[in-house]
Nanobody, 110 residues
Framework: VQLQASGGGLVQAGESLRLTCSAS????????MAWYRQVPGKERELVAG???????NYADSVKGRFTISRDNRKNKNWLIMGSLKPEDTGVYYC?????WGQGTLVTVSS
């Protein structure tokens, strides 16, 4: 399975972005998916995850601001990031089981 992340960019604090993760093969309801973020010098950290049936979970730092969703029929999931802060800056990676996307850079300026 190949995962492709898209939607990153440069925004100002307070603005929003939507990241998309597209899978090359059919994804099923048994496969959880997630978004991770990595900044230089730090380990990759979980930002948001979603179970196969759509139950989300979030890092404390993004609760109330980010929303993860998925559509198994479209082989996609989305991360809507609102009220962005400079500390949200990083490379965002889509994950499903042992598969990783190539990452998309999100830069939030103050």
């Amino acid at each position: 399975v190949q995962l492709q992340a898209s939607g990153g960019g440069l925004v100002q604090a307070g603005e929003s972005l939507r990241l998309t993760c597209s899978a090359s093969e059919r994804i099923t309801a048994i496969n959880p998916m997630a978004w991770y973020r990595q900044v230089p010098g730090k380990e990759r950290e979980l930002v948001a995850g979603i179970t196969g049936r759509g139950t989300p979970n979030y890092a404390d730092s993004v609760k109330g601001r980010f929303t993860i969703s998925r559509d198994n029929r479209k082989n996609k999931n989305w991360l809507i990031m609102g009220s962005l802060k400079p500390e949200d800056t990083g490379v965002y990676y889509c994950n499903m089981l042992s598969f990783w996307g190539q990452g998309t850079l999100v830069t939030v300026s103050s």
